[in-house]
């Protein structure tokens, strides 16, 4: 399961309202790429695709593809507004090792 913060619920809806699109969720996944080995990735979406794992958490649905399941299980996604940076971002328990700018890990 993947759980959302109410920071990041916040900043979804807004970005979902402010592109228009109504009657989408949250893609999380993950990619070969980075500094560390593999990279998140964060869409809005309205098509699922067969494999999908589908959640709902504070009122929020959050798709993850069948490959990336198992790098995010018990993934925490968040929102930083301060003054390090701006972004969702991903407290992983699963990983070993991320990156410094926490877009990038490896288990």
Excluded: H, W
């Amino acid at each position: 399961m993947v759980t959302v913060t109410d920071a990041a619920k916040k900043q979804a809806l807004r970005l979902m309202e402010d592109e228009g699109k109504d009657g989408y969720f949250i893609r999380v996944g993950v990619e070969g790429g980075g500094c560390s080995g593999l990279m998140y990735q964060l869409t809005f979406d309205n098509t699922e695709s067969e494999g999908d794992k589908e959640f709902m958490d504070n009122g929020i649905k959050v798709v993850v593809d069948k490959k990336s399941y198992l790098y995010l299980i018990g993934t925490i996604l968040d929102f930083s507004g301060g003054l390090s940076g701006k972004g969702f971002v991903f407290n992983n328990p699963n990983a070993g090792r991320t990156c410094g700018c926490g877009e990038s890990f490896s288990l």
